[in-house]
Every structure is written in C-alpha cells, then in structure tokens.
C-alpha cells in the first residue's frame, strides 16, 4: 500500500503544494492532528499525533493509498522522522510542504541562510543559551513553553534587549506579527501557534579553541589575578561545556571569568567578590570583553551564593576561609559539580585536601605548577619565576 507523508505547511490549506493536494484527493485514509485535518470532514479521518498511533490507523487501511498530514515541512522538526522505521514494506512517498521558518522570514523579509534553528515545542531546550550565543536564532514555541516565556527568561538571563519578532497563526486570516525588545514582551500572553526570531547584536562566541588569554589585556590594579599559565591549566580541569553554570568565587579582576566565558557561550559565568576594589576591576572588565553571559555579584561567599542558580562548575580562587562551607552549599545545589581550586599557601592546600576528603571526593587531581617567565636586560633574557600554585580539582562521588 502506498503512504503519503505530506507537510502541510502552517496548517492553512491556501499553502498546500500541488503536489500534496493531488495526494490528500487520491488518499482514502487521511491521518493527522485534529487541527491539520479541518476541511477534509467528507474524507476518511484518523485523528492521531503520536508516531505509534499513526502506524496503527495506517495497519488498518486495506485500500489506499494513505495519507499523514504534518504540519510545517517533513524535515523540519517533523514527526516523520520517527514515523519512516515504522513504515517499512509500505511504498513511502515524502512530500515536503512550507516550513514555519521559510513563511515566516518571508513575511519579515529576511533571508534565513544564517539563522539558527532551535526547538522549544515539546522537547528539553535552552532557548535564552541558544540566542545568547548567535546573531540569529529561529524558535519554535508552543507547549508550555510560549513566546512570551522565552522573553521572560531572557529578561532574566540579562538579554532584555534582544530585538524579538513574534509570529502567531502563520498563514491563517488571524495571523499577527509583534515587534519589540525581549524585556518588553516579557510575560506578554501569545498563542501556542507561534513561532520567535531572536537578533542579539552581541553573541558570545569562542575567541579561539583554547584559553590563554595575555595577562596584559585584563585591567588589574592591585587585585590579585590568576595569571596565564595557571588559568589555561585551571580552565582545562573545569572541563567546561558550552552549555554550562560556572560559580567563580574570589573572582579578583575576573580573569578565569573571562576565560569561562568564552568556554560557555551558551552558559552563564558568576563573579563573586567580596571586595569593592575588585568588583570595579570585575566591572571594568566585563564591560571591555562586553559578554553578555557575565553576571558579577558582590558579597561573602557562602551566602552571596544562595540565590544563584545550581552550578555545574566551580572555581575557587579565594575564600576568606570558608572553603568548607563555600562547597558544601554547591554540592547541595549539584551533587555531580566539579570543583577547581587555587593554592598558594600551605595552608589553603591543607585545608583544601581536608575539604575534599571531608566532602567525598574520591581520586582528586593533585597538581603544582611553577611557570617561569624571562625578561629583558639589556641585551640579556632573565629568567623571572612567578610563585608556584597548587591546583586541586575533583567530583564528589558523595554527599557528606
């Protein structure tokens, strides 16, 4: 038996292609969301959207040809996908409709080569990530999740200012088009049927594949910072991934921030720092590398840490001798986080290895490093040693 798989476009018969019309005449079954299925009441229908259930209305049908109306084009966060596997012996023809992308940046007339196609309908996502860390972001919404909560979320992630475009009921008589900064449509009510392009003027995007970034770009002052060679080497052990929650506590002038920064474009990095004269250098910095995934937070750690977000990483490069209690509230928030920490006394390197065994961290990463520099004098290279630095990193395998 022969079975159609015809996108149907946005759901408005006027965008059906020849070729799907031909197809939905032919068909004596014709299987699809309730709403795909309007007009074709004088045709055998099935109501069905789950792939199981279409291949079982399908397994029915004796005659033929069969017909399943998708919504959008078939290769666009289709349902066909899981559909093809249960279609196997039936002679498959696919016929491609009109995307939701193709419409819509028709209707803002604008060309979609460079934009990046992301799927907030029904399925784990992270939208504000995505648009965080490209120009362009097409997203499908629906669900529980709908356009006016992806403003919201981005006024959250700080990206207020993102130029947001709305399009609800592509193709129907009613179809509306909404304009404006994501901070201004956030919580707005907008159908289910809707779909967002997101522009953001300031991605965040690797300035190369590796860290390492010159000390001497870093605005300083008397803060201390984590210099080049320890910070590649710290920013390796936090084994970040780009979608990834970086706490860096004791920031200082927010070196390993900058670097973490850049090493989860689709991430969040939070500066925490007690001290006024480093929160300005944080401020300085963040406004010189201009990364909007940035946040700095000014306080004591632990409890400048209990409104942030469970972190996936953490980086201590100081204290003020709550080491202890600065990991344990991170270990309740992400039993799983991986923590890197700093040295540069004996004591903080006692106190980090009792820490860790205390905590559970099983197999620890115990690494010095003496990076030494040369400088010039005269028309001779001086070797210039900077202090050694301890390096502790590691998982908890159990909660104490």
């Known amino acids: 038996m022969k079975v159609y798989l015809i996108g149907v476009g946005m759901g408005n018969p006027e965008t059906l ?44 049908e004796r005659t033929g040809p069969a017909a399943v109306l998708l919504s959008g084009d078939i290769g666009f966060y289709s349902g066909a ?30 060309p979609w080569e460079d934009v990046h196609l992301v799927s907030a309908h029904g399925r784990a996502h992270n939208a504000p990530g995505e648009i965080q860390s490209h120009e362009r972001t097409f997203i499908l919404t629906g669900g529980n999740y709908r356009a006016g909560d992806l403003c919201r979320d981005l006024r959250d992630w700080g990206m207020e200012q993102v ?39 300031r991605p965040v995007r690797r300035t190369c594949t590796a860290p390492g970034l010159p000390d001497g770009v870093f605005q300083r ?9 320890v910070r590649s080497l710290c920013i390796a052990k936090l084994r970040l991934e780009e979608h990834h929650t970086l706490w860096d506590v004791g920031a200082g002038t927010g070196s390993v921030s900058i670097e973490g920064c850049y090493a989860v474009p689709k991430g969040r990095v939070f500066a925490v720092e007690r001290k006024a004269e480093a929160v300005a250098l944080l401020e300085e910095n963040k406004a010189k590398f201009d990364l909007t995934n940035l946040r700095i937070v000014e306080g004591v750690a632990p409890e400048a840490l209990e409104g942030l977000p469970a972190p996936d990483r953490v980086f201590l490069g100081g204290t003020a001798g709550n080491m202890e209690a600065i990991l344990r509230l ?61 390096i502790l990193s590691g998982e908890a395998v159990c909660h104490a």
Not at 31 to 47: D, I, S, T
Not at 90 to 96: D, K, M, N
Request: with cysteine; aromatic share 6%; hydrophobic share 45%.
């Open 221 to 229: 002052g008397k803060v201390p910072m984590t210099k080049e060679e």
């Open 163 to 201: 130029r947001i475009t709305v399009g609800e009921r592509l193709s129907y008589p009613d179809e509306a088009i909404t304009r404006g900064a994501a901070g201004d449509l956030a919580g707005r009510e907008f159908d289910s049927l809707a779909v967002v392009l997101a522009e953001n003027d």
């Open 81 to 110: 996908k899981n559909l093809y596997p249960l279609l196997e012996g039936y002679e498959v023809e696919a016929l491609p409709g009109i995307s939701s992308l193709v419409y819509f940046c028709a209707r803002c007339r604008t």
């Open 330 to 390: 991170a270990l309740e928030k992400n039993p799983r986080a991986r923590v890197v920490v700093t040295a540069v006394t004996l004591e903080t390197i006692g106190e980090a290895v009792r820490c860790f065994d205390a905590l559970g961290f099983a197999d620890a990463d115990i690494v010095q490093i003496a990076a030494t520099r040369t400088r010039r004098a005269g028309r001779y290279h001086l070797m210039d040693a900077q202090n050694p630095v301890w």
């Open 17 to 60: 292609t020849l070729a799907a019309r031909r197809a939905i005449d032919e068909s004596s079954l014709l299987v699809g969301a309730p709403r795909l299925l309007k007009g074709y009441e004088n045709k055998n229908c099935v109501r069905a959207i789950l792939a199981g259930d279409i291949a079982d209305a399908i397994s029915k």
